[in-house]
């Protein structure tokens, strides 16, 4: 299974409702959301990939496993295309969970971890969480409101173990691109306490509604 990466252009934008010209993104996948994970290839992927830490001890658990490591060699050959690792941190956009809450999910940093092997990889946890919140596409299913990028970065801090010696540039790495919230909200963290750095986004997939929702 292999993906190239793609740009988020002036096409995909309006989608992305957050995300500006400045913002440089890419993804490999279309995440359609609405339709389940049978839909595609895709979705049954990242379904996976997100599954609950609640699911362990379940015939679950396994395919969570299986996506981690499919996507991880996915990116095995596709990271060398959008990085250079001598000048670039890798941050994961923290999860919805804080790292004390027995729900906290590392699975962006098992992926990396796979994806990274053998390059001397800088990848760091450099933003936090303090309190955990309800995951945003949760809050959508109940109907509720997504959260505004303050209240986003509100609830935002640098673990101050990680601040030394970053690179120039900072990648952000997430699994799904819906509005882009909590990509801007960790892209201003980040330049508020380092305003040299370049910033830019790297994600799994991007999220679409299925074509009969958008009519």
Avoid at 22 to 28: F, G, P, T
């Amino acid at each position: 299974m292999s993906y190239k990466p793609y740009v988020i252009d002036e096409l995909l934008r309006d989608i992305h409702c957050h995300l500006s010209s400045e913002d440089e993104c890419y993804y490999l996948m279309v995440y359609t959301s609405k339709v389940g994970f049978a839909y595609s290839n895709e979705n049954s992927l990242i379904s996976n990939f997100k599954k609950k830490l609640d699911t362990r001890g379940t015939p679950q658990w396994a395919h969570k496993g299986r996506a981690i490591q499919t996507l991880g060699n996915v990116f095995y050959d596709t990271l060398p295309l959008i990085i250079d690792f001598t000048s670039t941190t890798i941050v994961p956009i923290p999860p919805s969970k804080s790292k004390t809450d027995p729900l906290y999910d590392n699975r962006l940093n098992q992926l990396l971890e796979i994806g990274c092997r053998g390059r001397n990889a800088d990848v760091r946890n450099l933003i936090l969480i303090d309190q955990s919140v309800e995951a945003t596409h949760t809050l959508e299913e109940m109907g509720l409101r997504r959260p505004t990028i303050p209240e986003i970065k509100r609830n935002y801090r640098f673990d101050n173990d990680l601040v030394h010696n970053l690179k120039p540039t900072i990648m952000l790495f997430d699994d799904v691109l819906t509005t882009g919230a909590h990509y801007i909200a960790c892209k201003e963290v980040i330049q508020a306490g380092f305003p040299n750095a370049d910033v830019y986004g790297v994600f799994i997939a991007r999220r679409e509604l299925p074509p009969e929702i958008l009519m």
